[in-house]
């Protein structure tokens, strides 16, 4: 049984953009070494991939970044590419949108080869023999030389380490939570935004894994180039 449809829920989505996505520790460095990966790509930019573009701030940073560049966004939740449009207004017409279900290969209906595919918080929703089919897919669908980069929740090392990281996570957003003048308690946020309901939603691997996975399909230069606990950057490019 799924457990991810819960982010079809207006409230959720809701719930998550105001109390938890300003608060992700290093959130603007992980985009910004996203940015930093794809300066280095050995072709000019032209079309790139959102996959589960959420409120659309990767695509929004690569939109700024890359005057030239066409982003398609794909989300499963509405909820939240109401949110990615409206964000995205200044840039539509370099946008397109998709609403597609990663968990079958739909997402690729029509779609053009690409020069980066890039993913948020995302793929971790998906089972694990899922997560590296759609692997295969990314890597079939970039043109040659073309990145993948995916900002990720991964699994601990051990039972100890996710305690920590949960520590660390609950004080980051109850540092967020003050600065934008909020009134919860620490342990208030810890219950609303961290041990919350739809956490069953999240089906993580390890890092090492997932790199490994990318290896075996052909991806090189395959790395985590960045990592703090369960966040995690990484990605390759395809030869």
Request: some cysteine.
């Amino acid at each position: 049984m799924r457990t991810d449809t819960v982010w079809q829920s207006h409230d959720l989505v809701d719930t998550f953009l105001s109390g938890v996505r300003g608060g992700i520790p290093f959130a603007a460095e992980q985009i910004q070494l996203v940015l930093r990966f794809l300066d280095f790509t050995e072709h000019s930019l032209q079309h790139v991939v959102d996959l589960g573009c959420g409120d659309g701030v990767i695509a929004q940073a690569i939109l700024t970044h890359y005057p030239n560049v066409h982003v398609t966004a794909i989300d499963f939740s509405e909820p939240m590419l109401e949110q990615a449009k409206a964000r995205l207004q200044p840039f539509a017409d370099r946008v397109q949108w998709r609403q597609a279900d990663l968990l079958n290969s739909d997402w690729r209906i029509d779609l053009k080869p690409c020069d980066a595919i890039v993913s948020g918080y995302c793929i971790h929703h998906l089972p694990d023999d899922r997560k590296r089919s759609l692997y295969q897919e990314i890597h079939q669908q970039l043109v040659p030389k073309g990145s993948f980069l995916n900002i990720e929740h991964v699994a601990s090392a051990s039972p100890a380490i996710e305690r920590l990281f949960n520590e660390v996570l609950i004080d980051s957003l109850h540092t967020w939570n003050q600065s934008i003048q909020g009134n919860l308690s620490r342990d208030e946020v810890a219950q609303k935004f961290v041990h919350r309901d739809d956490k069953e939603a999240n089906i993580l691997a390890s890092v090492e894994t997932q790199c490994t996975w990318l290896k075996d399909i052909g991806f090189q230069d395959v790395d985590c180039y960045f990592k703090i606990f369960e966040l995690a950057v990484f990605g390759g490019r395809k030869p």
